[in-house]
Each structure stands twice: as C-alpha cells, then as structure tokens.
C-alpha cells in the first residue's frame, strides 16, 4: 500500500519532533516508511536548500524563493516521493508545498493562483492523503527557537510569521477531508497520540 503524509506549520510548531516520532511508530508496526523533508531530501534539493535558508541571502527576491522552493520540490518529488510511493511505501515529508502557499503567498504576499500553477507542475500532481497542521501561537513557536540558530526564514518578523500562520489556518478550514489542525501547545506524548491514532485510521481505509 501507499500513503502520504505531510506535517506543516510555522517555525517551532513541533512538526520535526512529531514526524520523526510518526516515522518510529509505523516502522515498529511492519510498514515500510520514507521519512523526508522540505526543502531537502536528494542532493539537488539539499543544495537549494543551503541557498533558501542561508542568512547571506537576505537580499532574495519573493519570486526567487518560490522557484527555488518550487525546483528543489520538483527534484525532491521526482527522486524520491514518487518512487517510494510506488514501491508500496508510506511516505512522511516534513514539509510539502503548502508551505509553499503559506510562506510565499502569505508571508510574501505572492499570487496564489501563480503558486498553484507552479506547484502542479513541480509535484507532478501529486497531492498528500492526509496533513497533520501542528499549529501554535506565533509568540510560542518563535520563543522556541533560539536567535543564534535562526536561518533566514526563522529570523523573519513576527509580522510575516503571524500572515504564515493564517494562511495555513485558511487553507485547512478549505480542505477539511485532507486537514487534520493539531494544538502543538499540547503535551508531545499527547499530540503523537492523536496523530497516530488518526493515521491508523486512514492507512486502514487504503488497505
């Protein structure tokens, strides 16, 4: 069987922490499991990754940023998503292109029908099954990283990650059958909870 999952949300919401953690539970139930994340994944997506967050890159143009995100998700789909999902695997990416929407078209107030075009083309119109939206407070996702580690993204103003955060919100009250919006200010033992027990849920729909 296949399966797609994808977590997003802002800086700091917990999503790495809750996927890795998705990622241990369905390899000791026996699945076969791809774990991976956005920007990032083959080398390609990897190197654009070091460019998209370097903090020498402040002067990036919003339209340079999204085509990055667009080329290294393109790579990252073609290389390794899709392969794994026809191999039979459940596949769990930290990040996929609604971020894309979220960040650009919300942060960087980008055209969304622009980013929906170019993301058909970059996924090769793939679409997740099911997206877990760990969703915090902006005040609480930016206190829980700290400043000297910030990239360039992270370090943005608490402005830009507050247009993130609603545009995120929008998006899951819009695709609801998809959209699972998760309190990430809960306890961790208690969000992988709900998580895993969802997911179980849907992959035995598939099966």
Request: contains cysteine; hydrophobic residues 40%; negative net charge.
């Amino acid at each position: 069987m296949k399966f797609f999952v994808t977590f997003e949300g802002i800086e700091g919401c917990g999503k790495s922490t809750q996927s890795k953690l998705l990622d241990d539970y369905l390899r000791s139930a026996g699945y076969k499991v791809l774990l991976t994340r956005e920007p990032g994944g083959p080398i390609i997506s990897e190197k654009i990754r070091e460019i998209l967050l370097s903090n020498e890159h402040w002067k990036m143009l919003p339209e340079t940023e999204l085509l990055l995100y667009m080329a290294s998700r393109a790579q990252h789909t073609g290389e390794w998503i899709l392969p794994a999902l026809n191999e039979g695997k459940i596949v769990i990416c930290d990040r996929y292109y609604d971020s894309s929407i979220a960040y650009q078209g919300g942060g960087r107030d980008l055209d969304l029908n622009v980013i929906c075009e170019i993301t058909r083309f970059a996924t090769f119109g793939l679409i997740p099954d099911l997206t877990f939206l760990i969703d915090i407070p902006v005040e609480i996702g930016i206190k829980r990283i700290k400043e000297k580690d910030a990239d360039r993204i992270e370090s943005e103003a608490i402005a830009f990650h507050r247009k993130v955060r609603r545009l995120f919100l929008d998006v899951a009250k819009q695709e609801t059958e998809r959209y699972i919006i998760i309190n990430g200010d809960d306890d961790i033992t208690n969000i992988q909870s709900q998580i895993r027990e969802i997911t179980d849920r849907r992959v035995r729909m598939v099966t």
